[in-house]
């Protein structure tokens, strides 16, 4: 784990190596500053002897003033160091994501990943700040002072020796109970994600059904269980100041009592056991310095198990090594679906979604896919473009096993609307540009014609360069798709896939979409899935799936013909048509 974390500091290893070293320096003034005072404790100092009284205010002023220098150096190389591994980390992290397949995804949940990418590299950025500064002052400072304080009096230092040990046990019994809570702290935090992302995703829908007291008491369940998880550990965290200030005022007074004595049997100065006091205060505070770094190490811990567990996630969809440098047929757009079955629980759990499904795409021609809800439309078309892979048979893209293929290969191969319209924050012209990035103007205004958003994309204030919200709140969902369509059209790919993405529009204006495809993507394979029958009754085929398997294939007219439950749908619709 340490391995795969520490990568992430290239850039910024110098700033990591910098800030100890500044601390230890700071260590070593402060631990001369005591030593400096109680020289003139013992000394003593002559009436009117101002030379020496400037000369030691001096001594004892430039190591202040060089300590606070070397603090000071010491947190802005800390900072550095630490904001530069975190801004690595968080990177890796979205880069690594990238790379994951749909299965991967759904396997971590979106809230959960947006908690590893953002909170707990906090919680890692905050540690390694600390780390570089605490975790080396405490250390070397704990062994420095109590170097000097056995060379001050060996007596006087064994009562540190009875101490320390009882502290270190009470911080080793905190972290054991400590680090669990942590853990489910963290896991609380995803779930109370997760509870408001779906909440503002649907959020229209909550209000249409009134639902926002039900939502109000879902998160107030997962909000007071993430306050119960950290309240357990915030009542655990906060016996720690009162054993370490317990052990420091037990250590003084024993220090006192016995050094006391020593001073009165004329065995110790008064000036040693002053620096005995100030030491006894740096190695007790330096212990209570490991004790809190300990804690948050151990919340460290917890996140940095989750970060690294998606760090360490071979993606389940990933080129083969064959397949670099391997020579590919010009894209054509044939699809062929070998024997395919498929289920989402890749373990081998579960039934298949989709058995031994035998089927046939020609480059150019328009298929239809239609069927009851479930019975596996989207998960049919998403094995084309290897959103999944296959848990038996195989799905060719001009002959050639997708899996083959470098992804980037066979994604630029194919353009695919999905059944949830995505926009991104940005302009319409940046987000049609998704499709192909060196697009031209005219290109461009060709592909909104053909899929009918010219029209209101010219009526809206700036055109192209009309700002859309995050996730094209601010255009209906009719525009939306219509500019879901015009992006994927752009690439003028050998493939296009339409999942179920011409239902907010009206039958004239898909009718026109429609139209569009065999005029201007004419050697383009399109695959369009559709619940009304006006959108596929001019397919050159029509694939009927019902539970898992093809239970029908042709034309309108053939299966019309032959086929009950195309002649369910039909009727069924034909019957809503005429009320």
Sequence with gaps: MLKTLA??????????????????????????????????????????????????????????ALAMLLG????????????????????????????????????????????RMTNDVNALTMMLAMGL????????????????????????????VVIIPIMVLAI??????CSKLFELVQTKIDHLNNTVQENLVAVRVVKAFV?????????????????????????????????????????????????GRQVMGGTLLVGDLSSFLTYIAQILMSVMMVAMSLLQLSRAQACARRICEVLDTRPDIQDKASAAGQSLPAPRGRVEFRDVSFKYVATGIGDDVLSHINLTVEPGQFVAIVGGTGVGKSSLVNLIPRFYDVTGGAVLVDGVDVRDYPLEELRGRIGMVLQNNVLFSGTIRENLLWGKADATEEALIQAARDAQAYDFIQNLPDGFDTWLEQ????????????????RAMLRKPAVLILDDSTSAVDSATEANIRKSFHENLKDTTVIIIAQRISSVQYADQIVILEDDHIAGLGTHQELLEHNEIYQEIYQSQLEGVSE
């Design 7 to 64: 990568a992430y500091l290239e850039g910024y290893k110098k700033y990591a190596l910098l800030a100890p070293l500044f601390v230890i320096l700071e260590v070593v003034c402060e631990l001369i500053l005591p030593r400096v005072m109680a020289k003139i404790v013992d000394v003593g100092i002559e009436t009117g002897d101002v030379p020496y009284i400037v000369a030691m205010g001096a001594v004892m002023v430039v190591l202040a």
């Design 133 to 160: 500064r605490m975790l080396v002052r405490a250390p070397v400072m704990l062994i420095a002072a109590l170097a000097v304080t056995f060379s001050i009096n060996a007596r006087l230092a064994l009562i540190l």
């Design 72 to 115: 000071v150096l010491a947190a802005k190389y800390a900072a550095y160091g630490s904001q530069g591994f975190g801004a690595n980390l968080r990177q890796g992290l979205f880069n690594q994501v990238q790379e994951f397949s749909f299965a991967d995804i759904d396997r971590f949940s979106s809230a959960s990943l947006i908690t």
């Design 471 to 486: 996730g094209g709140v601010n255009v209906s969902g009719g525009q939306k798709q219509r500019l879901c369509i015009a």
């Design 172 to 177: 080793a019994l905190l972290m054991k109970v």
């Design 211 to 259: 639902r926002a007291g039900y939502e109000k008491t879902k998160f107030m369940r997962s909000n007071d269980a993430l306050t119960d998880a950290a309240l357990k550990v915030g009542t655990r965290v906060v016996l720690m100041m009162p054993v370490m200030m317990l052990s420091l005022n037990i250590a003084t007074v024993s220090v006192l009592w016995v050094g």
